[in-house]
């Protein structure tokens, strides 16, 4: 048998929208600034049995695509390569064997998930031995389309634009995980989340939020102060002007905030241990400031504080998240859209500090 026909028969695709040999994408080719990304033509992926290809309606950005980019995480990182962990797309065809979705949904595929179906019930799912991260261990989103397994796909029924819900995969799971399940934040609970504008930052506030926590967000200029207000930021630290642990004591009777989320790590993290109570709770989430902090590990543990750290989402995790944006508790922060031939400015923008929320590319040229 011709490998045609084999395709034939495993592989269905949308009569209408058979899928194209080729496709635009963004690639990476050797570690560097902005412009190492490259608009191409490639091939189209094709389905193995049991994953899915689908037509990337837009393509979420996150700082560990800019860590990735510049070879400052996984220097070893196989190039060429695809980044780009959020998607949000439409399925165009099904490999062999696959059920659960049909051409023509749009779907979300999981920001990390298992090969292997055995390693599927494990939790934390990222501790699993056949965990990948699109974008990382395979080819992401930037591309016009993307191959997934099917299992790891959720039904896109947030109501959003897609350019809104792609924001959502990475920073929404992760974010659940951080806030609820190992921050374990509580209604009535004092919040403090670094880097409150981030990507993260900005789903660390509306979650906390949401579980009934008062939230106090830093970031570092007017601006993305009044965008954290928006968020429901309760108290806005602006930490080129302002002492963080004093307005925060100040803020919670003088005791320190109950939960910190550190999205910034660095030379920043030692402050935040110092701006929550005495038995109080910090999660290491991010390194935007840098991955070495020092502390003063006397007061530490003098102040019986815990440091707690977190990386990914269970599926759970995502759903849950999911379900608050269904009901209009949680907010996509969608900042700008891009075209994806322009990815390299909107990385410069983000390189920059100049993001809010979240930047997404759109599957075409301008
Ligand atoms: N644990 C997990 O599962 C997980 C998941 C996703 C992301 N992360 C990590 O979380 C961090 C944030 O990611 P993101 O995508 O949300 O980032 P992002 O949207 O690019 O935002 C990062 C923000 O951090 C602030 N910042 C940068 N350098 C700083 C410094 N030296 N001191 C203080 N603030 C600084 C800037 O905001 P201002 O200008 O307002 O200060 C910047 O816009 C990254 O380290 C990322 O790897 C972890």
Same mark, same amino acid.
């Given at each position: @048998?011709?490998?045609?026909?084999?395709?034939?028969?495993?592989?269905?695709?949308?009569?209408?929208?058979?899928?194209?040999?080729? @496709?635009?994408?963004?690639?990476?080719?050797?570690?560097?600034?902005?412009?190492?990304?490259?608009?191409?033509?490639?091939?189209?992926?094709?389905?193995?049995?049991? +994953?899915?290809?689908?037509?990337?309606?837009?393509?979420?950005?996150?700082?560990?695509?800019?860590?990735?980019?510049?070879?400052?995480?996984?220097?070893?990182?196989?190039?060429?390569?695809?980044?780009?962990?959020?998607?949000?797309?439409?399925?165009?065809?099904?490999?062999?064997? !696959?059920?659960?979705?049909?051409?023509?949904? *749009?779907?979300?595929?999981?920001?990390?998930?298992?090969?292997?179906? /055995?390693?599927?019930?494990?939790?934390?799912?990222?501790?699993?031995?056949?965990?990948? !991260?699109?974008?990382?261990?395979?080819?992401?989103? +930037?591309?016009? +389309? @993307?191959?997934?397994?099917?299992?790891?796909?959720? /039904?896109?029924?947030?109501?959003?634009?897609?350019?809104?819900?792609?924001?959502?995969?990475?920073?929404?799971?992760?974010? %659940? *995980?951080? !806030?609820?399940?190992?921050?374990?934040?509580?209604?009535?609970?004092? !919040?403090?989340?670094?880097?409150?504008?981030?990507?993260?930052?900005? @789903?660390?506030?509306?979650?906390? /939020?949401?579980?009934?926590?008062?939230?106090?967000?830093?970031?570092?200029?007017?601006?993305?102060?009044?965008? $954290?207000?928006?968020?429901?930021?309760?108290?806005?630290?602006?930490?080129?002007?302002?002492?963080? $642990?004093?307005?925060?004591?100040?803020?919670?009777?003088?005791?320190?905030?109950?939960?910190?989320?550190?999205?910034?790590?660095?030379?920043?993290?030692?402050?935040?241990?110092?701006? %929550?109570?005495?038995?109080?709770?910090?999660?290491?989430?991010?390194?935007?400031?840098?991955?070495?902090?020092?502390?003063?590990? *006397?007061?530490?543990?003098?102040?019986?504080?815990?440091?707690?750290?977190?990386?990914?989402?269970?599926?759970?995790?995502?759903?849950?998240?999911?379900?608050?944006?269904?009901?209009?508790?949680?907010?996509?922060?969608?900042? *700008?859209?891009?075209?994806?031939?322009?990815?390299?400015?909107?990385?410069?923008?983000?390189?920059?500090?100049?993001?809010?929320?979240?930047?997404?590319?759109?599957?075409?040229?301008?």
């Amino acid at each position: @048998m011709s490998t045609a026909t084999i395709q034939e028969r495993t592989t269905r695709t949308s009569q209408a929208n058979p899928l194209p040999k080729t @496709m635009k994408a963004v690639v990476l080719h050797r570690f560097g600034n902005p412009d190492v990304l490259q608009f191409e033509e490639i091939d189209t992926p094709q389905p193995k049995p049991g +994953y899915i290809v689908i037509k990337i309606l837009a393509a979420g950005l996150n700082r560990l695509d800019h860590f990735l980019r510049e070879g400052s995480v996984m220097p070893n990182l196989p190039l060429p390569h695809i980044l780009g962990v959020d998607a949000v797309g439409e399925v165009v065809a099904l490999g062999e064997g !696959v059920t659960n979705v049909q051409i023509g949904e *749009r779907v979300i595929p999981a920001a990390g998930f298992t090969l292997n179906e /055995k390693d599927d019930k494990n939790r934390p799912l990222a501790g699993s031995p056949s965990f990948v !991260v699109p974008g990382v261990h395979i080819r992401g989103s +930037y591309a016009q +389309y @993307m191959e997934v397994p099917a299992r790891w796909t959720v /039904k896109d029924d947030t109501g959003l634009s897609p350019a809104e819900a792609a924001t959502l995969p990475v920073v929404l799971g992760t974010s %659940v *995980r951080a !806030v609820k399940q190992v921050g374990e934040v509580k209604a009535g609970n004092k !919040v403090l989340v670094t880097a409150g504008a981030s990507g993260s930052g900005s @789903m660390h506030i509306q979650i906390a /939020k949401a579980l009934g926590a008062q939230v106090a967000a830093t970031v570092r200029d007017g601006v993305k102060g009044d965008f $954290v207000k928006t968020l429901g930021a309760d108290l806005v630290i602006n930490t080129r002007k302002e002492d963080v $642990v004093e307005r925060v004591k100040a803020w919670s009777g003088g005791q320190g905030a109950d939960v910190a989320i550190d999205n910034v790590g660095g030379s920043e993290l030692a402050k935040t241990i110092e701006a %929550v109570r005495p038995f109080g709770l910090v999660v290491a989430y991010g390194f935007t400031a840098g991955a070495e902090a020092t502390i003063n590990v *006397r007061n530490f543990f003098f102040t019986q504080k815990q440091l707690r750290g977190t990386i990914f989402a269970d599926p759970e995790d995502l759903r849950w998240g999911l379900e608050q944006v269904r009901t209009g508790r949680i907010k996509a922060a969608l900042d *700008r859209i891009f075209p994806l031939n322009r990815a390299a400015e909107a990385h410069r923008l983000l390189a920059d500090n100049q993001v809010k929320g979240n930047f997404v590319l759109l599957p075409w040229e301008e």
